[in-house]
């Protein structure tokens, strides 16, 4: 069974930063591609960004020029670097492992950006 972890979640003002990373438990280049979403209460979860097996990303156009989705295959990690954070991207962060057989979710990390 695959896990991840993800970690990096917090408070932060509006326009600050922050890096979120989800640690799997096995080699990510054993997976198609790996995402992030999003979920706020009450709602389904949200895609924010992707990065697929040959390394391109992809983003949700709500993120596109301020988040930055990236890996680490020694570490087996992901990254998702957030820039000019707004009140719209307060949510649960959930990483994403997809393969053939299925697909793995993390426990997701909190996000909230509020002054």
């Known amino acids: 069974q695959v896990q991840l972890v993800e970690s990096g979640g917090g408070l932060v003002q509006p326009g600050g930063s922050l890096k979120l990373s989800c640690v799997a438990s096995?080699?990510?280049?054993?997976?198609?591609?790996m995402d992030w979403y999003r979920q706020t209460p009450g709602t389904e979860r949200d895609f924010v960004a992707s990065?697929?097996?040959?390394?391109?990303?992809q983003y949700a156009d709500s993120v596109w020029g301020r988040f930055t989705i990236s890996r680490d295959g020694d570490k087996n990690t992901i990254y998702l670097q957030m820039d000019s954070l707004s009140p719209e991207d307060t949510g649960v962060y959930y990483c994403?492992?997809?393969?053939?057989?299925?697909?793995?979710w993390g426990q997701g990390t909190q996000v909230t950006v509020s002054s």
């Open positions: 096995e080699n990510i280049f054993n997976f198609n591609s």
């Open positions: 994403r492992a997809n393969e053939l057989s299925g697909s793995y």
């Open positions: 990065i697929h097996l040959t390394g391109r990303p």
